[in-house]
């Protein structure tokens, strides 16, 4: 079975989990929480729970023997009040470097590609917007990943 993960969402205060398909899963789900405390979309295919039924979903998990990276609301707590002193009060110019920085190449590969194709100038895009798109692509190439060509 593949990995199932629950993590706290911040934005809504509430549990999501995704898992790959298991009928068992869905039945236990349906079967413990009450409509008012669960709900699930179908286009990510990810559940919500509220915060009471955490420990009750995961006993039920190891009891269908899949075991959950979890992250509880203490953690992602934790995690979002250590960090952002760190990147608080810095311009969005060296925050943006920053995350470049911190992106593996092909990632920032991808999204150039993706970019580029949708701005080229034989698909509607400005020539002069494309031109300056790729020099700065080869900018950051060599000096956020030391590509050299």
């Known amino acids: ?6 993590w706290w969402d911040t934005s809504i205060g509430a549990y999501r989990l995704s898992s ?3 009928k068992e899963l869905v039945e236990g789900l349906k079967g413990f929480i009450p409509v008012s405390d669960r709900s699930f979309d179908p286009s990510t295919k990810i559940w919500t729970i509220t915060e009471r039924y955490l420990t009750p979903v ?9 075991q959950p990276t979890v ?11 250590s960090s952002p002193q ?10 943006l470097t920053r995350f470049c920085k911190l992106l593996p190449y092909e990632a920032m590969r991808k999204a150039y590609l993706i970019a ?14 494309y031109t300056e ?10 000096e956020f990943w030391m590509v050299t060509k």
């Open 20 to 22: 790959p398909y298991s």
């Open 58 to 66: 995961q006993a039920m998990l190891l009891r269908l023997r899949m």
């Open 133 to 142: 798109f790729n020099s700065l692509w080869q900018r950051l190439e060599k």
């Open 116 to 129: 580029s194709m949708s701005m080229h100038p034989d698909k509607g895009g400005n020539m002069d917007i």
């Open 1 to 6: 079975m593949g990995q199932v993960r629950i």
């Open 71 to 81: 992250i509880t609301r203490q953690q992602a707590e934790q995690a979002s009040q």
């Open 86 to 95: 760190q990147t608080r009060g810095i311009p969005v110019t060296d925050a």
